[in-house]
């Protein structure tokens, strides 16, 4: 192998390890068989979720390990699973409002702005913010900050007053889709134009045609440029 | 126009929606400009008295910090709680260099440290300083005559002494207000007795004993309506007016104002700048008594 090797530590024992590799397919190549915390590995799911360290710092960083390089002096660990809380609720019994939240998680409001959930977010989510809005009763902020959440549970896992911040974060985005949105006009006219029949003449004109004929239109057909 | 910035806090932005949109409205016909400060967090509502907890005092930290990156060592707000918590934590932090290190250094992740030099002032501070009372006097266009207000000052304003926006024991500021109004402030000794105020989640009773008495000496020496600066106060003294009636049958209630909702109808505003459907108690009456 021509790549530069790296020396990695996996839950303190030191591996040599391609320097061109994730995370998790350093794991992989140390012999690691990973079956929870990981699933995508596209940087979409939020399954792998992991925690690591460089040599001499003191910091603890966090990132997914499908989307981090290894680098020298790296030590890992991979987070399974996060067993953190999460309210069973029926969205359509719910008001979009603060109380909402004050029931669901009383927690959230024990956030004392230090930020460090926001420090945590592989997505780079400004975590804070959104559950500030939450505090304020602004749902729709709250949605649309926490809107790329991949619910990796980072932020709660490093959260001193102990919010589940993502779980808070989707009940906001269920709320804000339920109930505040606006609603697509157009979408609503179409459904009611289908539901008239607008296009049964025109699909039962397509269901007589012989498969040449069909093909023959399907060639002819308007194409965007 | 003159501006300051301003701190709403998460319950004007809620169930007190009625102060915040009364005092901008008031402040804007006083030519004096409330700028909403940009990504402002929960004071925490309660200052924390503990010496060695720290991060009770981030919130109010950040929030110091993004007023000085706006370039101002000054901002406002409403709520009494709000004032009270931040003022007693910004004390805190500009005072001691020490503290402010450790909370620099925790929050490393901000582009710049906070230099301890921003103060805020309690909105009813900007009326009586910065405006003047005799101003506001001259611009009221219809004059609150007849009627007498109980000006309900609470805890959080005036203690402890060194966060008091006026004398603890004998505060005039809200009198005075009520006076440029042109409607008269009743003698009321319970004017800072406490309300109860977050006892009102766990010991409801405790709540309606004290809303009684409060309420109660207010009516005995006259008062149409109490005069509050807290949306807590207000709600133990408005809201609660529905258990002070459970127990106490022969209840009579009375309505309860933010100053500004006074303030905003002294000054000719659309009383839809009031918001009264946020009011527990009705407020119509007095309203039409203060148009006709």
């Known amino acids: 192998m021509d790549e530069e090797m790296v020396r990695i530590y996996i839950m303190g024992k030191e591996y040599k390890v391609p320097g061109n590799l994730t995370i998790l397919t350093a794991l992989e190549y140390a012999g690691y068989q990973i079956i929870r915390g990981a699933g995508c590995r596209e940087g979409f799911c939020g399954a792998c979720a992991t925690v690591y360290r460089m040599k001499d710092d003191y910091k603890l960083k966090a990132d997914l390990a499908c989307q981090t390089k290894v680098e020298d002096g790296m030590y890992l660990a991979q987070l399974p699973f996060v067993p953190a809380q999460k309210s069973i609720y029926d969205i359509n019994k719910l008001k979009p409002e603060v109380g909402t939240f004050q029931e669901l998680y009383p927690e959230n409001f024990k956030c004392v702005s230090c930020n460090t959930c926001t420090k945590a977010c592989?997505?780079?989510?400004?975590?804070?913010?959104?559950?500030?809005?939450?505090?304020?009763?602004?749902?729709?902020?709250?949605?649309?900050?926490?809107?790329?959440?991949?619910?990796?549970?980072?932020?709660?896992?490093?959260?001193?007053?102990?919010?589940?911040?993502?779980?808070?974060?989707?009940?906001?985005?269920?709320?804000?889709?339920?109930?505040?949105?606006?609603?697509?006009?157009?979408?609503?006219?179409?459904?009611?134009?289908?539901?008239?029949?607008?296009?049964?003449?025109?699909?039962?004109?397509?269901?007589?045609?012989?498969?040449?004929?069909?093909?023959?239109k399907y060639k002819s057909r308007d194409k965007e440029a | 126009m003159k501006e300051i910035i301003y701190y709403p806090g998460c319950t004007l932005k809620n169930t007190a929606k009625n102060f915040e949109d009364s005092a901008i409205a008031c402040s804007e016909a006083l030519d004096f400009k409330l700028h909403e400060l940009k990504d402002w967090y929960c004071c925490g509502t309660v200052y924390s008295l503990t010496s060695d907890d720290l991060m009770h005092h981030i919130a109010t930290v950040r929030n110091l910090l993004r007023v000085q990156e706006e370039g101002q060592e000054r901002f406002t707000t409403l709520c009494s709680m709000c004032y009270n918590t931040l003022k007693r934590s910004s004390k805190r932090i500009n005072e001691n260099e020490n503290?402010?290190?450790?909370?620099?250094?925790?929050m490393d992740e901000e582009e710049n440290n906070y230099e301890g030099k921003v103060d805020i002032i309690h909105y009813l501070q900007i009326?009586?300083?910065?405006?003047?009372?005799?101003?506001?006097?001259?611009?009221?266009?219809?004059?609150?005559?007849?009627?007498?207000?109980?000006?309900?000052?609470?805890?959080?304003?005036?203690?402890?002494?060194?966060?008091?926006?006026?004398?603890?024991?004998?505060?005039?500021?809200?009198?005075?207000?009520?006076t440029a109004m042109g409607a008269e402030a009743v003698y009321f000794p319970f004017k800072n007795e406490c309300c109860g105020a977050y006892e009102t989640v766990a010991e409801v009773d405790l709540v309606v004993e004290r809303a009684h008495n409060i309420i109660g000496n207010a009516k005995r020496n006259g008062a149409d309506a109490i005069l509050v600066s807290c949306p807590l106060c207000a709600f133990n003294l408005d809201n609660r007016q529905k258990e002070v009636l459970e127990k106490y049958p022969d209840f009579e209630g009375i309505p309860v104002l933010y100053f500004t909702q006074a303030l905003a109808l002294a000054l000719g505003l659309d009383p839809d700048v009031c918001r009264f459907d946020l009011n527990y108690q009705p407020v119509e009456d007095l309203v039409r008594g203060i148009e006709q």
């Open chain 1, 122 to 216: 592989p997505q780079d989510i400004e975590v804070m913010d959104y559950v500030q809005a939450i505090v304020r009763g602004d749902i729709k902020k709250a949605a649309n900050i926490s809107f790329d959440c991949i619910m990796c549970g980072l932020c709660a896992l490093r959260c001193p007053a102990e919010i589940v911040q993502y779980n808070v974060g989707i009940l906001a985005r269920r709320l804000y889709g339920k109930y505040l949105a606006p609603r697509a006009k157009h979408t609503r006219k179409r459904i009611e134009e289908l539901e008239k029949g607008m296009w049964e003449d025109e699909v039962n004109k397509l269901m007589k045609l012989s498969k040449k004929a069909l093909k023959e």
């Open chain 2, 127 to 178: 009326l009586r300083d910065e405006i003047g009372f005799d101003i506001i006097k001259e611009k009221v266009k219809r004059p609150l005559k007849n009627l007498k207000l109980a000006p309900y000052y609470g805890c959080l304003l005036l203690r402890p002494n060194e966060v008091a926006i006026d004398d603890p024991d004998s505060p005039s500021i809200l009198e005075d207000l009520i």
């Open chain 2, 99 to 106: 503290d402010r290190e450790t909370l620099n250094s925790f």
